[in-house]
């Protein structure tokens, strides 16, 4: 990916300019992290994050945001209400130009997925 100079010409990055971008992306996704363990999970008291709802994370150099997650049932009757606050916690990290939420059910969530943290939370880090 380069950059055009004034005559309208691509131009290769240097390592440091591909150095800053690449550490400003990790923030960003720092940030959407923090922004999605806002989010919980309308029938269990812990995060989507922790809970292992989100199956991927990708924000390209443009600063738009994709997450595919799912949920812990497919017949989740919120399951509009928690895409819709999953799509606006990111959306408004500062930085985030647009979010893209897909979601799927494959592989199927199960307990595994879920941090250590939502674990213990629930009792069942046994």
């Known amino acids: 990916m380069g950059l055009k100079n004034i005559f309208g010409k691509k131009r290769e990055l240097s390592e440091e300019e591909k150095k800053v971008r690449k ?7 720092r940030d959407i992290i923090m922004a999605l363990r806002q989010v919980y999970d309308p029938e269990i008291p812990v995060n989507i994050y922790d809970l292992g709802l989100v199956y991927e994370l990708k924000v390209d150099e443009e600063h738009n945001v994709y997450i595919q997650m799912t949920l812990t049932a497919p017949n989740c ?9 999953v799509k ?4 408004d990290v500062p930085g985030v130009v647009s979010a ?7 592989p199927a969530w199960d307990k595994s997925r879920m941090s250590e943290e939502a674990l213990v939370e629930l009792g069942l880090d046994e």
């Open 100 to 106: 893209k939420i897909e979601l799927v059910f494959e």
């Open 77 to 85: 009757p919120m399951a509009d209400y928690v895409v819709d606050a």
């Open 23 to 29: 550490e400003k992306i990790m923030a960003l996704e």
């Open 88 to 91: 606006a916690a990111v959306e």
